[in-house]
């Protein structure tokens, strides 16, 4: 894996790890209509569902 990958990799579980672990709307999502639907919102409506996708790319 090269340097860059790791450094991408980084910031992606930074990302996670800031706003994702404490997400009140993807628990209440996950509650009331499922995993699947509460990641779905996760990537098509949530900004930073939008940034991960992007630094994704870059893998």
């Not at 993807?26 to 996708?53: D, F, H, I, M």
Request: net charge positive; charged share 30%; with cysteine.
């Amino acid at each position: 894996m090269c340097r860059m990958d790791r450094d991408v990799l980084r910031d992606l579980t930074n990302l996670m790890d800031h706003y994702c672990t404490d997400c009140f709307i993807l628990k209440c999502n996950r509650t009331e209509v499922g995993k699947r639907p509460a990641l779905k919102y996760c990537n098509k409506l949530c900004v930073v569902g939008e940034w991960l996708q992007e630094r994704g790319k870059l893998l």
